[in-house]
């Protein structure tokens, strides 16, 4: 059973603090992104991937936010120094081809307080 | 010009009811609407797609109505039931780009 597979699931952590976000895209999927979702903003792309290259980054704050692909099978998602307005639920997705189905995997909820 | 708008916000509906969402964009270069279904807890999951080269496409109980002219498009859930209640978010992309531009989202409420 294909999956993306994001981990923590859950992260509470102090303003200030650096937090990290992992996900494992379905094997052989060559497109990953990015998504946070807040009540107040939805659904908004942070940044995209694909075979590895950075493709779009500018929905992402770039002074306190980066994301990387170490490795196909590998995506991470850095926020350094955390605030409390970066609490949201955040999304990795992948897909194998454009414009086709993106699976989510099931997020992780981060709070910062 | 990026924007996908989605309405209603929230919707409730008597099971067996149809349940219908509405979802209009500007940028006439988009040529892939997908809608996609959340639970709570869980990551949205697609639902159905379409591409304006057809004006409706089913799937079940699922349809998609789409309008190029009008820049519209529409999500219909026939004999709606109480399992259809999720979260449900039109988004719209363009050919040369995997950029999945999603709507605000509409919680969909079906009582028994």
């Known amino acids: 059973d294909a999956r993306v597979t994001q981990t923590p699931r859950d992260k509470v952590t102090e303003m200030g603090q650096e937090v990290t976000m992992r996900c494992q895209p379905i094997l052989g999927h060559n497109t990953v992104f990015w998504y946070r979702q807040t009540m107040m903003q939805g659904l908004e792309l942070l940044a995209y991937f694909r075979n590895r290259a950075p493709l779009d980054d500018s929905g992402m704050p770039k002074d306190r936010f980066s994301a990387e692909m170490p490795d196909a099978t590998l995506a991470t998602l850095k926020i350094q120094p955390s605030e409390p307005r970066d609490s949201a639920v955040y999304f990795c997705?992948?897909?194998?081809?454009?414009?086709?189905?993106?699976?989510f995997g099931q997020g992780t909820r981060l709070t910062v307080v | 010009q990026q924007q996908v708008k989605q309405s209603p916000q929230s919707l409730i509906v008597q099971k067996g009811g149809i349940s219908i969402i509405n979802c209009a964009y500007e940028?006439?270069?988009?040529?892939?609407f997908p809608w996609y279904q959340q639970f709570p807890g869980k990551g949205p999951a697609l639902l159905i797609a379409?591409?304006?080269?057809?004006s409706e496409k089913k799937e079940g109980r699922f349809t998609i109505s789409f309008n190029k002219s009008a820049k519209q498009f529409s999500l219909h859930i026939m004999d709606s039931q109480p399992g259809d209640s999720a979260t449900y978010f039109c988004a719209a992309s363009k050919d040369n780009t995997d950029k999945l531009i999603f709507g605000t989202g509409t919680r969909l409420q079906v009582f028994p």
């Open positions: 940028n006439t270069a988009f040529d892939y």
């Open positions: 379409i591409r304006p080269d057809v």
């Open positions: 997705a992948s897909g194998y081809q454009m414009n086709t189905e993106a699976f």
